[in-house]
């Protein structure tokens, strides 16, 4: 196989706007530094990340026939793409990002009812492993995935949402946040439990991560040293993801794995953007070398 991971959907426009605080007391008027639109939205994310790490990547998603698309492509140009059209336009987001460097996303997933990603775009990558981002349309994608190893990313899932539940219960490795659970260890167990994954890992901004798979407890890793003062948050969980599977597609202990994970992370809080600037292959070894 010559692709290393195929990355289903998410691709997106982040228009960044850096604030005074969060959260923003209302007032008729903020002035701003200047506002900037960049790839954005966590399929690209992982692409990308994957791709600086020296992985052959594959990406397949639907976006617009609008200047978002266009932004979308050209960011993406030199990871191997399939693009369908999206019916109601390119993914967008606007992000609040304080001083601290945390952020608030309004996100807009431009959905249409019934969406499908077309097979044609996918159905003939041979990859080694499948991240999927969850939109609706990935959900239906399953069942030609049969064989492949499949990770995903839920986000800020409540444990309960049912939206979430096909992407936590029928992949085999499976990320999460920790922001709106209210007992993650017992949401990872339930993943587990109901679901086929192999691993969960949740991860915790600043406390690190949690990592439960079917013959050990629950762990607890700490976060990487920042390399730098942070610029802002954004893009971090991505990048963590993107550092992980290179361990896991390099046939990393899982220990080293997370270490990788974190050490992407902490590197994409201290850049500007979202994936723009992505930690490289050389950089992320010699910092977990040291």
Known sequence: MNTDILVLGGAGVDTTVYVPELPLPYQDTYHVPPVVDRIGN??????LGCHALGLAVAFADLIGDDPQGALVRQ????VDCSFGPAAAGTRRSVLLVGPDG????????KVTPDERLPRELYANTRARHVHLSIMDFCRHVYPDLDG???????HDWDGANDYHKDFAYRSDLVFLSATALADPAATMRDILERGRAHTVVCTRGADGCLVLTRDRGVRAFPAAPLPGPVADSNGAGDAFVSGFLYGT???????ECVRLGAVA???ACTVAGTHESPITESALLATVSR
Do not use: N
């Not at 960011?75 to 030199?78: N, V």
């Open 42 to 47: 966590t399929g690209a994310g992982v692409a």
């Open 75 to 78: 960011a993406l140009r030199e």
């Open 102 to 109: 945390r952020r608030t996303s309004l996100h807009d997933p």
């Open 148 to 154: 492949t190893p499949i990770s995903t990313d839920l």
């Open 249 to 255: 597609l390099r046939g990393r202990s899982l220990e």
């Open 265 to 267: 992370g902490a590197h």
